[in-house]
């Protein structure tokens, strides 16, 4: 089954053009990474923010008030109440911010950002060596499937 995903925009971040398709495509292939029963399956919210919000996010839900990429919600024990499987928060700014430092395209970072946290939906963890390349791998995949390389080492969370 195909995740449904919904794409919201917050006031004052930059939306690159022509995105939504490619943004959904996105989750669809970081599904498709992982497969089986911890790919979300059902709809799933993405919310475009900037900086100051995704940090007070950060500090509030996970103590920690430092800059962030992207920031995700498992809400599957609240599916019941009609609800989305997940929420995945992403900052825009950060995303033109280490796209311009790396010459790249700041939609082909949103994308990432994207495969990023559907992969944390999924079960993935990037805290420990171990996991954090298994994660790399599954990204690696999924941005393949975009026709998009990742660039090695390329993670600011």
Known sequence: ???QVRIAWSRGVR???????????????AARAVGGAAAPQGALSIVFVGDAELAQMHGEWLDDPSATDV??????????LGGPEGELYISVER?????ARRKLDPLRELLLYV??????????DDHEPHARRRMRVAERRA???LALAAPRGRRSS
């Open 1 to 3: 089954m195909r995740p």
């Open 15 to 29: 939306k690159p053009r022509g995105c939504t398709a490619q943004l959904v495509r996105a989750v669809v292939e």
């Open 71 to 80: 920031i995700t919600f498992d809400l599957r024990g609240d599916v019941e």
């Open 95 to 99: 995303a033109h911010a280490v796209a």
């Open 115 to 124: 495969v990023h946290g559907v992969l944390h939906l999924a079960g993935h």
């Open 143 to 145: 941005l393949a499937q």
